[in-house]
């Protein structure tokens, strides 16, 4: 992998200090170093990374390449998908309403969307649009949503009040895109405008990120645009882009870290560009006040190293303390796609990451890197920590499949023919799944993008292996009913009724 890093550094002046009468800053160049380093290490095929210190670019950069196999390298100017990062946008997007009249942090979302429903009528009618920023509205994960669905985003959001309730509302902490979708739909019905072009008209163009756009969708036809890679057989692979559109106001954003770093120089200084103000002062600190405390199951496995006094989650940001100062970060994870933001405010320090292999976490190493070298707080090697933990993460992984493979009743096998349980089965929340008999193979098909082979685990349980080989393979139980007959099958941790 080494063979494929190069680097292009950008901005030159301001990253190397080279003007004239200048002496280079070799904080620079040391980062630079690390970052190399770190993207060998972790086996990166692309990755960019950014840093800006009052108010200034002062690094921006790109190793690897766009696509394994191809030449392109990948630049400070590459475009990536950013993620959840994209939330902070959003929150900032409510913000300047919130600054215009049209809408209050804790307006009922009913007042905006008087069709939006819960399926508890008491959170219907308390749940407010901070609600929707903070993970906090009481709702389990809704992501089967619109993870590689057909439904439309309206669609989405109506089928949202079929999230079970896993909480009381407000009293803890649960990562919900759908929300976020609903965020987006606040701000169409208060602006007039779909989230995409507010985004773009009251964000990007006001801060000059002119490359950067509001979906995948918009990326067709632009130039210099990454590939997601996964390992798949234990090799690193192309894979296919999943779209993030249908919730776009959760993570639909793709950027560079050029542009990135004007959108974290303006977080750092107040909701400004240049004498410009885009949020009021009081708008602006309220995004980064604390409003839901996150345990350790909700927050990074980062932490068991950086060791935080405490965890919480402002709107659209994930914070905790760090050297005595408060960080307010995000990371963004879609098929193939990684991304982070790190801002330390009261220090005017902004780092943006972007890479284009799943779950590269020398995300993370760079962030604190990038701290401690501006903050003067030491060189501690993050990248080589952080890589023994989740390199531990995935071996205790293995092992946990190891064991399931153990618990598997051998010789088991199914009650009735493959052709029994043929048929299609619904729910409400994942709407309908076909099971099909091709050549002696059962399969499941979910809509146009879903497609798994099921092989016999035991009983009535079978293995279903995904045609994106990359998503690994999950559990489909058939239930027999008095008849005899199958009448249910549980999957997604829901259980579809047969249809008759």
Request: glycine share 10%.
């Amino acid at each position: 992998m080494i063979s494929r890093i190069t680097a292009v550094l950008v901005i030159a002046t301001l990253a190397s200090g080279s003007l004239a009468g200048q002496t280079p800053d070799p904080r620079v160049a040391a980062f630079d170093a690390y970052a190399a380093k770190a993207v060998k290490d972790w086996g990166a095929v692309g990755l960019a990374v950014s840093v800006v210190k009052d108010g200034r670019t002062i690094f921006a950069k790109g190793y690897g390449v766009r696509e394994l196999g191809k030449p392109d390298q990948a630049d400070e100017h590459t475009l990536f998908a950013i993620g959840s990062t994209t939330k902070a946008l959003t929150a900032a997007a409510i913000g300047m309403l919130v600054d215009d009249g049209k809408v209050r942090w804790d307006d009922p979302v009913t007042k905006h969307l008087p069709g939006f429903q819960l399926s508890d009528p008491y959170i219907t009618r308390e749940v407010t649009v901070r609600d929707l920023l903070t993970h906090r509205a009481g709702l389990v994960n809704g992501d089967v949503l619109w993870y590689r669905t057909d439904l439309t985003a309206a669609e989405v959001l109506r089928r949202a009040r079929f999230i079970p309730i896993g909480y009381s509302m407000r009293s803890g902490f649960i990562y919900q895109n759908v929300m976020y979708a609903a965020a987006g739909a606040v701000i169409e019905a208060a602006s007039g405008m779909p989230w995409t072009q507010f985004v773009t008209t009251r964000i990007f163009q006001p801060l000059g990120m002119t490359r950067t756009v509001a979906t995948l969708a918009a990326t067709a036809g632009v130039p210099n645009v990454a590939s997601p890679h996964d390992l798949v057989d234990g090799k690193v692979t192309v894979i296919g882009n999943a779209a993030v559109d249908p919730v776009a106001a959760a993570g639909s954003v793709w950027s560079s870290v050029t542009e990135m770093a004007k959108w974290a120089a303006f977080m750092i200084d107040s909701g400004k560009v240049g004498e410009r103000r885009l949020l009021k002062p009081g708008t602006w600190a309220e995004l980064f006040e604390p409003q839901t405390m996150v345990d350790q199951a909700g927050f990074y496995p980062t932490a068991r190293l950086t060791k935080p006094h405490w965890t919480t989650y402002g709107m659209g940001w994930f914070q905790h303390d760090y050297q005595g100062r408060m960080v307010q970060f995000h990371t963004g994870s879609i098929d193939g796609m990684v991304a982070i933001i790190g801002l330390i405010p009261e220090e005017r320090i902004g780092v943006y990451v972007l890479a284009n292999l799943d779950h590269v976490e020398a995300r993370h190493a760079l962030m604190y890197r990038a701290f401690d070298t501006w903050l003067g707080s030491g060189t501690r090697d993050w990248s080589a920590e952080f890589k023994q933990l989740y390199d531990g993460m995935g071996a205790a992984g293995d092992s946990a499949r190891v064991r399931a493979e153990r618990q598997r009743v051998a010789n088991t096998k199914p009650s009735l023919a493959l052709d029994a349980y043929v048929g299609t089965y619904a729910d409400s929340l994942v709407g309908t799944v076909d099971i099909r008999l091709d050549n002696g193979q059962l399969t499941l098909q979910q809509g146009s993008q879903l497609r798994a082979r099921l092989e016999h685990w035991h009983f009535d349980t079978f293995r279903a292996r995904w045609d994106q080989a990359w998503r690994g393979s999950g559990a489909v139980t058939f239930t027999l009913g008095p008849s005899g007959a199958v009448d249910a099958m549980t999957f997604s941790g829901r259980r579809l009724g047969r249809r008759r």
